[in-house]
């Protein structure tokens, strides 16, 4: 290398020193805690959502018992008492159609 008679940077020394770069900690230490706290959220959320799923199928069979049981009482009553009148027996066939649809016990 041939260095022309203006050089600036020349007889000039280059010293190389190791220091200890920590802006990298502050970085870590934030990602880190920003997954954590995206992952314990999601898991919170799915958590949520299965619990209400899970009380909202609750909810469906005891309204379906609730309703079965009025349903069945019904239905009993026209099997014991046959209706006399064309309305009863259409209400007695919609009865037992309803019981049937809804999966009602059949004694």
Same mark, same amino acid.
Request: aromatic share 4%.
């Given at each position: 290398? %041939? %260095?022309?008679?203006?050089?600036?940077?020349?007889?000039?020394?280059?010293? =190389?020193?190791?220091?200890?770069?920590?802006?990298?900690?502050?970085?870590? #230490?934030?990602?880190?805690?920003?997954? !954590?706290?995206? *992952? =314990?959220? &999601?898991? /919170?959320? /799915?958590? #949520?959502?299965? @619990?209400?799923?899970?009380?909202? $199928?609750? &909810? @469906?069979?005891?309204?379906?018992?609730?309703?079965?049981? +009025? *349903? *069945?009482?019904?239905?009993?009553?026209?099997?014991?008492?046959?209706? %006399?009148?064309? !309305?009863? $027996?259409?209400?007695?066939?919609?009865? @037992?159609? =309803? @019981? +049937?649809? =809804?999966?009602?016990?059949?004694?």
């Amino acid at each position: 290398m %041939t %260095t022309s008679p203006n050089d600036p940077f020349e007889g000039a020394s280059v010293e =190389l020193t190791v220091t200890s770069d920590s802006r990298w900690w502050p970085v870590a #230490v934030s990602v880190g805690s920003s997954v !954590l706290s995206a *992952v =314990l959220a &999601a898991t /919170l959320c /799915l958590t #949520v959502s299965a @619990r209400n799923a899970e009380e909202g $199928r609750d &909810a @469906r069979r005891q309204m379906t018992a609730d309703v079965c049981a +009025i *349903v *069945v009482a019904q239905d009993d009553n026209y099997h014991d008492s046959p209706p %006399t009148t064309d !309305l009863g $027996r259409r209400n007695a066939a919609s009865m @037992r159609q =309803l @019981r +049937i649809s =809804l999966g009602c016990p059949d004694d």
